[in-house]
């Protein structure tokens, strides 16, 4: 494979709200995985406080990553890994997309969230349980794009609860960071 970053989703507005979100967070010592890594640069930039394992499907994305000085596993969300993380982040394409708009590229894995945007959430929603410690925290950004609502009721079917801990309007819509937990 030749490496091309045009096919990296590099950070963006929702990057760095995830990013703002996840420092004040983390706490030294945690086990950190970050599903989606991207460009790494979240991965990077938690390391500091943690250990922190990222994955990708894209293999673009797993170079981009490791140039960061990322730990990256190259799998689908979290297939594959094991281990019991304290908190878990998830940058998921989130852009409603229909059969029509998509495309057949690495770069689509970032923004194709499928018809409504939730296909991939939907699909960590229903694993993250099995590698999130037992009072382990989840930050995953979403858009109003997505259905904030429809997300927090994903997430309350498998055992979370959840609040908004950031949010900011970009253009025609409004990105939010969820942290989510289990339900005692």
């Not at 904030?148 to 959840?162: D, I, P």
Request: glycine residues 8%; negative net charge.
């Amino acid at each position: 494979m030749n490496y091309d970053p045009a096919q990296v989703y590099w950070p963006e507005a929702d990057t760095y709200l995830l990013l703002e979100a996840a420092l004040a967070e983390v706490s030294t010592g945690d086990q950190v995985l970050e599903t989606g890594t991207g460009s790494g640069l979240i991965a990077a930039e938690l390391s500091r406080a943690g250990q922190v394992v990222a994955t990708d499907i894209n293999p673009h994305a797993v170079v981009a990553a490791r140039r960061r000085g990322a730990e990256i596993i190259r799998t689908d969300l979290l297939a594959g890994i094991c281990g019991s993380f304290d908190l878990v982040i998830f940058n998921p394409p989130y852009l409603p997309t229909s059969p029509e708009e998509r495309i057949d590229d690495w770069l689509e894995y970032a923004l194709d969230g499928g018809p409504d945007g939730r296909d991939l959430i939907e699909r960590f929603a229903q694993t993250v349980g099995d590698v999130l410690a037992r009072k382990g925290r989840i930050l995953i950004l979403i858009s109003s794009l997505t259905g904030l609502h429809e997300v927090e009721v994903l997430f309350s079917r498998q055992g979370f609860s959840s609040e908004i801990v950031r949010e900011q309007i970009v253009e025609d819509e409004v990105l939010y960071v969820l942290k989510m937990v289990r339900t005692p």
